[in-house]
């Protein structure tokens, strides 16, 4: 895992907006909305103590049933909640982006996650290890208030997802699960291929072939070289299943 140079308490971080490109930010507030909306100086200590990393696609934060050592809060990466039923196989139930926390059992009391979690998008992250972590949790009210209603976004989210699964055509489930991928990265554009998304819609990737071509045709995507554009996102929209609308309406309320 390899780590960013952070240079002041501001957290001056690079993140990328697109595939490639790094954008440097001196001073501006955190990518992250959780830390964002933090008040900047009564959680000086807390922001001080998060150490910028960088996570690669693919990577495994958690595994089920297992000790969390860190939190990590997304800058410009999305990392997905798997549900596990055996070692080989799993479905997304969250996906989590820089409007999250990944971590929040650690929130709740829990020493370990009942998911697995993978990064999709790789990028930036801030970490802190879960000691620290439930040492600042205790003295910082704000933080506590932002993570209650993450736990309950998570778990709204995830009964939506499986409802989701069990009834709509998997051309509807990707059109969702872009504009919800989109709606974290802040982005039209990032890398994820086939096999991945079939991974976290719980499907055969000639499944996703079809779908994602479907999707190509009318011109609401473009798919190539393992990176997938939106194109049209009003289109995409009115292709996506209803659930893309209650999640919207879960988070915003």
Request: aromatic share 4%.
């Amino acid at each position: 895992m390899r780590r960013v140079h952070r240079r002041t308490l501001e957290i001056c971080i690079a993140f990328r907006s697109q595939p490639g490109t790094v954008i440097h930010s001196a001073s501006g507030p955190p990518p992250n909305r959780i830390l964002a909306a933090l008040p900047r100086k009564a959680n000086r200590r807390f922001l001080a103590a998060l150490k910028p990393v960088e996570l690669a696609l693919g990577q495994v934060l958690y595994h089920p049933r297992t000790r969390s050592l860190y939190v990590y809060f997304p800058n410009d990466c999305t990392v997905s909640l798997l549900a596990v039923a055996d070692r080989a196989s799993g479905l997304e139930v969250g996906l989590v982006g820089r409007e999250g926390m990944v971590g929040i059992p650690l929130a709740l009391g829990a020493p370990g996650s009942p998911v697995r979690a993978l990064v999709q998008g790789a990028g930036s992250a801030m970490r802190m290890s879960s000691a620290r972590f439930g040492r600042e949790l205790k003295r910082n009210r704000p933080l506590q208030r932002s993570l209650d209603r993450c736990a309950y976004v998570a778990m709204a989210t995830a009964m939506q997802i499986a409802v989701c699964n069990n009834e709509h055509l998997l051309e509807a489930r990707l059109a969702r699960w872009l504009l919800m991928t989109r709606d974290r990265t802040s982005s039209d554009r990032f890398r994820c291929t086939q096999q991945s998304i079939a991974l976290m819609l719980g499907v055969r990737r000639v499944g996703v072939t079809v779908a994602a071509s479907a999707l190509a045709r009318r011109k609401l995507i473009r798919y190539a070289r393992g990176a997938i554009e939106i194109l049209d996102a009003k289109g995409l929209l009115a292709a996506s299943c209803s659930c893309y609308a209650v999640i919207q309406g879960i988070e915003t309320a």
